[in-house]
């Protein structure tokens, strides 16, 4: 089956810089459309970035513009966030999520991501 292992996460200051990392299993991953989607406590998950693909194409939650990266590298079947400029209101638990697509769409919605990994925390602290 499907697995996503996110790793990479942990505590950081503001203005520091995390990668993190999703390995991918089970799955052709060059088919799929990945994510990263964190949950802060107390809130709802919230879409952060998308990648195609192939990774032609990207998007970004307005609050990380400009300050994280998405990518991929499909002959190693994972994909990256790397996350600069870090803000305390980053602090979360972070989801690398994939779905099934087709060209080189990017889903922007958290609900369109069928496969999940566990989660990795990332604390910015102040």
């Known amino acids: 089956q499907v697995q996503l292992v996110e790793s990479g996460g942990g505590l950081v200051q503001a203005g520091g810089s995390l990668r993190l990392s999703c390995a991918a299993s089970g799955l052709t991953f060059s088919a799929y459309a990945m994510g990263w989607i964190r949950q802060a406590p107390g809130k709802e998950r919230e879409f952060v970035a998308g990648?195609?693909?192939?990774?032609?194409?990207?998007s970004y939650a307005d609050s990380v513009k400009g300050r994280f990266t998405i990518s991929r590298d499909n002959a190693k079947n994972t994909a990256y966030l790397q996350m600069n400029t870090l803000k305390p209101e980053d602090t979360a638990v972070y989801y690398c999520a994939a779905v099934r697509s087709m060209g080189e769409v990017v889903r922007t919605r958290t609900s369109s991501y069928d496969n999940w990994g566990q989660g990795t925390q990332v604390t910015v602290s102040s």
């Open positions: 990648i195609s693909r192939r990774g032609g194409t990207t």
